[in-house]
């Protein structure tokens, strides 16, 4: 009766523990070159030093923990065992390799295809590619059905193109392969990652975790259903019509529109969730989380906004995409997974040292892994920042902004310090 | 509590139960409502157990059913321990005592 249980199915904690390291220190790099580089973001202009920052951040941090976090998640979403460890360390390799070349390559940006782009390029779809693979074989092996499972799926599936259209913008702005507008397929490459892979993926896992950490049994299916077809449609919408030269404004408004629906679908899922949970009191990941999810609302009126354009909301050009940006990937993602952290990181940690002593001995438990203090203070400053960046750029004050990226420094350092203590975690045992 | 008609010395062993918590939730898995069923039977020195999990895919699923069969192997050293997982009925929230509410809402 116990092979469904999945931590029979849970992976080595070396396949995790090295993508939640790897992430805190990309986090602590974005953090760095926005320290030193906060000017760039006021500029309208996509700088080798703000192109550096998103690929930090989006490869760096949130991709990598969604990896660590995903093989962990796999058994409890899907019931089954990792197809593959193997993959997962050479993905990771991969990844990080990648990455250090194209952040190198971004320094030194001049609208040119360099060696640093080949192989940066190269080794990232590498990794996505081996990553692909062991999700979607993993999930075939699975006979569990469900939502979670198509999201995760289809998320997968998007993230290999996001990748593939990334290094095809590269080769064809030196050797115009194709007659394509780049800004057009820039924002699909965008549109595609942020919202194929990151959001669908987020969406899939979510659905899954917060009824069970909120302990809620009934979930609103219909509703994830009806976002999973909305979201896709916009999603497809967006890249078919990529390849025109002329696009009506009314179907590129129709896609977003068909997106922003299927988010206020989920959002609709988690609300019913969190109405009806027997765990009223929330810990400090779900506060996080929590707080990731008011980021995505805001998030949402704020991509809303950018239809009005920049000179009717009296910004800069540009300037009302960059905070919604921001809100996204710095707001909603990396709220998100600074909880998730706190619900996913002790557990590995907590099992590999004390599952087979459990009973014999009173242990700590996963919550006495770290320090909720610092998670609180962190908290605290990564609302801060979030507030500081986003009035620095709709008011175009760059001391606030300078703030806000010193307040992203001090919540990575903390966020850090608690990661450090739950991975380097010694065993002991409670009197 | 689930069961009914429980004799003293099971009742003990819920007691005993009590010490084991759901790591994530920080409750004991007899206020959960996880622990379905005890029957202790001393002439044949048997402990049986039927608990279930909140969900199938409870990333501590067997953690805690280890933490089951070794606590009742320590304190019932003469006893067989047969902890079986069983998925019939579900569980739900409703199953959780009012002091298990208690705990989560603290």
């Known amino acids: 009766m116990q092979a469904g249980l999945s931590t029979k199915n849970a992976p080595s904690v070396w396949v995790v523990v090295p993508h939640f390291l790897l992430g805190a220190i990309s986090f602590l790099v974005a953090a760095v070159f926005i320290v030193f580089n906060y000017e760039a973001f ?149 549109v595609i990652g942020l919202v194929g892979w990151f959001l669908l993926l987020i969406i899939g896992v979510a659905s899954k975790l917060m009824p069970m950490f909120l302990i809620v049994h009934k979930t609103r299916e219909d509703l994830l259903k009806w976002g999973f077809y909305l979201i896709n449609a916009g999603i497809i919408i967006i890249f078919v019509v990529t390849f025109f030269q002329q696009i009506p404004l009314f179907i590129d408004v129709a896609a977003f529109g068909l997106i922003l629906s299927g988010l206020v679908m989920f959002l609709m899922f988690n609300y019913d969730v969190f109405s009806h949970r027997m765990r009223k009191k929330l810990d400090v990941g779900m506060k996080l989380s929590a707080i990731g999810f008011v980021m995505l609302v805001f998030s949402i009126l704020s991509f809303i906004a950018t239809y009005f354009g920049n000179p009717a909301l009296g910004l800069p050009p ?95 350092l903390v966020y850090g310090v608690n990661v450090y203590k739950m991975i380097f975690h010694k065993k002991q045992m409670i009197k | 509590m689930i069961q009914e008609n429980i004799t003293e010395e099971e009742a003990k062993v819920y007691e005993v139960l009590k010490q084991v918590p759901d790591p994530e939730v920080e409750v004991n898995i007899v206020d959960l409502g996880l622990v379905y069923k005890v029957t202790k039977d001393d002439e044949r020195k048997t402990l049986d157990v039927d608990v279930t999990l909140s969900t199938p895919g409870c990333p501590v699923g067997d953690t805690i059913i280890q933490h089951i069969q070794t606590i009742l192997e320590v304190n019932y050293p003469e006893y067989a321990v047969l902890v079986d997982l069983i998925w019939e009925p579900q569980w739900t929230p409703d199953m959780i005592s009012e002091e298990g509410q208690m705990y989560l809402n603290s």
């Open chain 1, 318 to 412: 540009g300037r009302i995409e960059i905070v919604s940006g921001l809100l996204l990937i710095y707001g909603f993602f990396t709220g998100l997974i600074l909880g998730q952290t706190y619900k996913t990181l002790p557990f590995i940690i907590w099992l590999y040292n004390y599952q087979t002593v459990v009973g014999r001995q009173k242990t700590p438990l996963p919550g006495d892994l770290y320090s909720s203090k610092l998670a609180t203070i962190h908290t605290y400053s990564f609302l801060v920042s979030v507030v500081l960046f986003v009035l620095g750029l709709l008011f175009s004050l760059k001391l606030i902004v300078l703030l806000g990226a010193v307040a992203m420094l001090f919540t990575t």
């Open chain 1, 42 to 190: 006021l500029s309208y202009h996509l700088s080798g030093p703000v192109l550096s920052v998103v690929h930090i951040l989006v490869l760096g941090w949130v991709t990598m923990i969604i990896f660590g976090a995903l093989y962990q998640l796999i058994p409890v979403v899907m019931e089954v065992k990792l197809y593959s460890e193997k993959l997962a360390y050479t993905s990771l390799a991969g990844l990080v390799t990648g990455l250090f070349f194209l952040v190198t390559a971004f320094l030194d940006y001049k609208f040119q295809l360099t060696n640093n782009f080949i192989v940066g390029g190269s080794l990232i779809i590498g990794a996505v590619v081996l990553f692909v693979v062991n999700i979607l074989v993993t999930a075939i092996s699975s006979a569990k059905q469900s939502i979670s499972k198509l999201y995760i799926m289809a998320s997968a599936v998007y993230f290999l193109l996001t990748v593939l259209m990334g290094l095809f913008i590269v080769i064809n702005l030196s050797y115009n392969l194709l007659p394509i507008a780049h800004n057009v397929f820039l924002k699909t490459h965008a």
